[in-house]
């Protein structure tokens, strides 16, 4: 779950620019800040060089079969192992962001509701407000701090995601349920034009994927209607 929350607040914050920070910079400092927040409650790095050492081992076992792309599966061993050291390296390159003079003097602001409005915060305007070029530099300059953990993790999630194909599955009454044992990630795909929605639940043995209709009156109901989707059990 932090893997996947993470890769979508990079998303969030990759999608920023000197263009259109002017009036996204709440998309990218939210972003920023949650990335950091995330990283001070978790052993995330921990937790990725683990995960990064066990792909490694997987890679090495997959190198002896004739029916691997070798030259592919050489460049993400030696993705893998560069990723590995440079994360067991020292102190965590991100961990210069807590003292980041601006980063710092704008984090509180952010914390509080409706706080990141720039007549509260000066500082913020009149960086907002530099040339281009300096403004993607502390851009550059803030990422360039996440960038190893990102792309630790999406390398992890491309390989989770590439363990196993999509099925068709279909429901009676939108209700579906089967053994979680050893599975990892569900991925759930469902034609944009279907006017309801999958929700899951669970623990590590069992799952269940719902399809819920919108509802003005509660917010949400079941459905009883047959519904077709995709899954992947990874």
């Known amino acids: 779950r932090n893997y996947l929350k993470l890769e979508q607040l990079f998303a969030q914050a990759d999608s920023c620019s000197p263009d259109n920070i002017s ?29 990064l050492e066990r792909l490694e081992q997987h890679l090495v076992l997959w ?25 067991r390296s020292g102190a965590p390159p991100w961990a210069s962001l807590r ?10 602001r952010f914390a509080i509701q409706g706080g990141s409005s ?3 915060l000066p500082q913020l305007q009149f960086w ?12 550059e300059y803030w990422l360039s701090k996440l960038a190893k953990l990102e792309q630790g ?8 995601r590439q363990k196993s194909d999509f099925d068709t599955i ?14 990892l990630l569900l991925r759930i795909k469902v034609d944009n034009n279907l006017q309801c929605y999958p929700t899951v639940s669970g623990n590590r043995f069992r799952y269940s994927i719902r399809f819920m209709l919108p509802c003005e009156k509660d917010g949400r109901k079941y459905t009883s209607d047959p519904v077709e989707f995709e899954l992947a059990r990874c």
Do not use: M, W
């Open 99 to 108: 003292n980041d003079k601006l980063l710092s003097s704008i984090k509180q």
């Open 63 to 87: 190198s002896q079969s004739p029916e691997i792309n070798s030259s592919a599966l050489e460049e993400n061993l030696k993705q893998t192992v560069g990723l590995i050291c440079t994360l």
């Open 128 to 139: 907002l407000n530099q040339p281009e070029q300096n403004v993607q530099k502390s851009l």
């Open 118 to 120: 720039t007549f509260d």
């Open 153 to 160: 993790i999406s390398l992890i999630l491309k390989f989770l």
């Open 170 to 183: 279909a429901t009676e009454k939108g209700f579906y349920q089967d053994n979680g044992e050893g599975l």
């Open 23 to 51: 009036n996204n910079y709440h998309v990218f400092f939210n972003a920023i800040f949650a990335i950091l927040g995330t990283l001070e409650r978790n052993d995330i790095r921990g937790e990725l060089i683990k995960d």
